[in-house]
């Protein structure tokens, strides 16, 4: 709607262009061709006055001369005047009233000249004043293109100069088509001009358009960069809250965890209320919750942040999942579910994060124990990818995701229904930890889920990560390299 407005308004306030902005650079573009092209016009006005002299008197040569000079060093004036001064978008108008004057007064002075001529009645004379209304028109035309209503001020005298000057001649006379041909080629400069002073106002028009458009892109660009910095500043803010909060939760955590457990142990005696005892278990399992979630908060901002650095080595994710299922096994005892294992044998090491990819195996198959049911089961599978990477998958018994809440848990702090109705404790927090710490790894995360089928969580692992075996060799022998080293220089 503003833009709307503005362009009405200017099209409202302009002369013509339909934009106060075109007018203001057309009426520069007229003022630099007045001013350089006043050396070719007083060129023309002295040959064409030393050209008069063979028929006219040098007096009333002087005074037109004089005559077309001093309009040419006004509009020099008025056109150096308006450069100077900068910025004339509030004055368009007069300065375009005043340079119209300028070029009627310079065209009455060119017509002028039929009028000194007008007493000879040689005929090369009206060949000669032809000749220099068409130079004069031809150069009036070039100046003032920019400026229509100024090229009709400076051809409209030349035009009635020219009937007025052979007025005398009958229509059907021998100087009559000469007539017709200069009016016509008068009538074939104004076109000109109007073709000229179209062209120029596509051409600003495509300008304007171009600036507006880089104008809006480094609008946008300086919007982009203060929501990045705002962006920052907030990451930078929150990094700095988690960091407090997180020193500030962990002092007297570790006092709550440490005393429960005391308690709960009875090192300093048995309770008197077995109530107590059981407080105390409670109280130590909520701080290992609150620690638990605590953590996993922190490790997600840093992954969200990019801070979360990769201490990078060679991992064997065969030894990894083995280790994760072992420290599991007494929860899937208690729960009655089955933990079995598929794993493709003489796999080499991956270089990657030990404890990220411990991590993310722990989290899975967490989940995965978590959602199944008693009597199920869980399968761990790791092997080769076709693209020769590894990979390795997590696939439960359990009831499954509908498949519009996969994007929910994937979120951060999301639950899907299941966990909702089971009131199983979770912070939402595991899965999206995963996919960060996969994707920080160049690997790809998966998640296959159908209702009362189970889920598969596959995580993959780029084939630039997976590290190639040394080729063996016997103990004793000699690697060839060397043997054809020393072959070669006992021969020599």
Request: glycine fraction near 8%; aromatic fraction near 8%; hydrophobic fraction near 45%.
């Given at each position: 709607?503003?833009?709307?407005m503005?362009?009405?308004?200017?099209?409202?306030t302009?002369?013509?262009?339909?934009n106060?902005?075109f007018?203001?650079e057309?009426?520069?573009?007229?003022?630099k061709g007045?001013?350089?092209?006043?050396?070719?016009q007083?060129?023309l006005?002295?040959?064409?006055?030393?050209?008069t002299?063979?028929?006219?008197?040098l007096s009333?040569?002087?005074?037109?001369l004089g005559g077309v000079?001093?309009?040419?060093?006004?509009?020099?004036?008025?056109?150096?005047?308006?450069l100077?001064?900068?910025?004339?978008a509030?004055?368009?108008?007069?300065?375009?009233?005043?340079?119209?004057?300028v070029?009627?007064?310079?065209?009455l002075?060119?017509?002028?000249f039929?009028?000194?001529?007008?007493?000879?009645s040689?005929p090369?004379?009206?060949?000669?004043?032809?000749?220099v209304?068409?130079?004069a028109a031809?150069i009036?035309?070039?100046?003032?293109?920019?400026?229509?209503?100024?090229?009709?001020?400076a051809?409209?005298?030349n035009?009635?100069a020219?009937?007025?000057?052979?007025?005398?001649?009958s229509l059907t006379g021998?100087?009559?088509?000469?007539?017709l041909l200069?009016c016509g080629?008068?009538?074939y400069?104004?076109i000109?001009s109007?073709?000229?002073?179209a062209?120029?106002l596509d051409?600003l028009?495509?300008?304007?358009e171009?600036?507006?458009l880089?104008?809006e892109?480094e609008?946008a660009k300086?919007?982009?960069?203060?929501?990045?910095?705002?962006?920052?500043?907030?990451?930078?803010?929150k990094?700095r809250?988690?960091?407090?909060?997180?020193?500030e939760?962990?002092?007297?955590?570790?006092?709550i965890?440490?005393f429960?457990?005391v308690m709960?142990?009875?090192l300093?005696?048995?309770?008197?209320?077995?109530?107590y005892r059981?407080?105390?278990?409670?109280?130590?399992?909520?701080?290992?919750?609150?620690?638990?979630l605590?953590?996993?908060?922190?490790?997600l901002?840093?992954?969200?942040?990019g801070r979360?650095?990769?201490?990078?080595?060679?991992?064997?994710?065969?030894?990894?999942i083995e280790?994760?299922?072992?420290?599991?096994?007494?929860?899937?005892r208690?729960r009655?579910?089955?933990?079995s294992?598929?794993?493709?044998?003489?796999?080499?090491?991956?270089?990657?994060?030990?404890?990220?990819?411990?991590q993310i195996?722990?989290n899975?198959l967490?989940?995965?124990i978590?959602?199944?049911?008693?009597?199920?089961q869980v399968t761990?599978k790791?092997?080769?990818?076709m693209?020769?990477g590894?990979?390795?998958?997590?696939?439960d018994?359990?009831?499954?995701i509908?498949?519009e809440?996969?994007?929910?848990?994937?979120?951060?702090?999301?639950?899907g229904?299941?966990?909702?109705?089971?009131?199983?404790?979770?912070?939402?927090?595991?899965?999206?930890?995963?996919?960060?710490?996969v994707?920080l790894h160049?690997?790809t995360f998966?998640?296959?889920?159908?209702?009362?089928?189970g889920?598969?969580?596959?995580?993959?692992?780029?084939?630039?990560?997976?590290?190639?075996?040394?080729?063996?060799?016997?103990?004793g022998?000699?690697?060839?390299e060397?043997?054809?080293?020393?072959?070669?220089?006992?021969?020599?």
């Amino acid at each position: 709607m503003a833009n709307h407005m503005r362009e009405a308004r200017e099209r409202l306030t302009s002369s013509g262009a339909g934009n106060i902005v075109f007018d203001v650079e057309l009426l520069r573009l007229y003022c630099k061709g007045r001013k350089e092209a006043i050396v070719p016009q007083a060129l023309l006005s002295l040959a064409v006055a030393a050209m008069t002299l063979l028929w006219m008197p040098l007096s009333l040569v002087g005074i037109w001369l004089g005559g077309v000079l001093s309009v040419l060093v006004l509009g020099w004036a008025l056109s150096d005047r308006f450069l100077r001064q900068g910025d004339g978008a509030q004055t368009a108008r007069n300065w375009q009233a005043r340079f119209i004057f300028v070029e009627a007064a310079n065209g009455l002075a060119w017509s002028s000249f039929a009028l000194l001529m007008s007493g000879v009645s040689d005929p090369w004379a009206t060949t000669y004043v032809m000749v220099v209304f068409m130079l004069a028109a031809a150069i009036h035309t070039v100046v003032t293109a920019f400026l229509p209503a100024a090229v009709y001020a400076a051809l409209a005298p030349n035009a009635l100069a020219i009937i007025l000057y052979m007025r005398p001649t009958s229509l059907t006379g021998p100087i009559a088509p000469l007539t017709l041909l200069a009016c016509g080629t008068l009538f074939y400069f104004a076109i000109l001009s109007r073709r000229i002073y179209a062209s120029q106002l596509d051409r600003l028009a495509i300008q304007g358009e171009k600036d507006a458009l880089i104008a809006e892109l480094e609008q946008a660009k300086s919007n982009s960069d203060e929501a990045r910095r705002r962006a920052e500043e907030a990451s930078l803010a929150k990094s700095r809250f988690l960091a407090t909060m997180s020193h500030e939760l962990r002092t007297p955590l570790n006092a709550i965890l440490g005393f429960s457990e005391v308690m709960k142990s009875e090192l300093f005696g048995p309770h008197a209320i077995d109530a107590y005892r059981d407080y105390s278990n409670d109280i130590h399992n909520s701080g290992q919750h609150l620690l638990m979630l605590i953590n996993e908060i922190l490790d997600l901002s840093r992954v969200e942040a990019g801070r979360y650095e990769l201490k990078e080595e060679a991992v064997l994710i065969a030894g990894v999942i083995e280790d994760c299922r072992h420290l599991l096994t007494l929860r899937a005892r208690k729960r009655g579910v089955t933990m079995s294992e598929i794993i493709e044998p003489n796999m080499p090491r991956i270089w990657a994060d030990e404890r990220a990819v411990r991590q993310i195996a722990l989290n899975l198959l967490t989940n995965a124990i978590k959602f199944t049911p008693q009597g199920g089961q869980v399968t761990i599978k790791a092997g080769w990818t076709m693209a020769g990477g590894q990979y390795f998958s997590v696939k439960d018994t359990g009831p499954g995701i509908p498949e519009e809440e996969i994007p929910i848990i994937m979120s951060s702090f999301g639950r899907g229904s299941t966990a909702q109705k089971n009131a199983d404790e979770g912070t939402g927090l595991g899965l999206p930890i995963v996919k960060g710490l996969v994707e920080l790894h160049g690997g790809t995360f998966t998640l296959r889920s159908k209702l009362r089928e189970g889920t598969e969580v596959i995580v993959v692992f780029p084939p630039e990560r997976v590290m190639s075996a040394l080729p063996q060799f016997n103990q004793g022998a000699e690697p060839p390299e060397t043997q054809g080293h020393r072959g070669t220089r006992g021969a020599a």
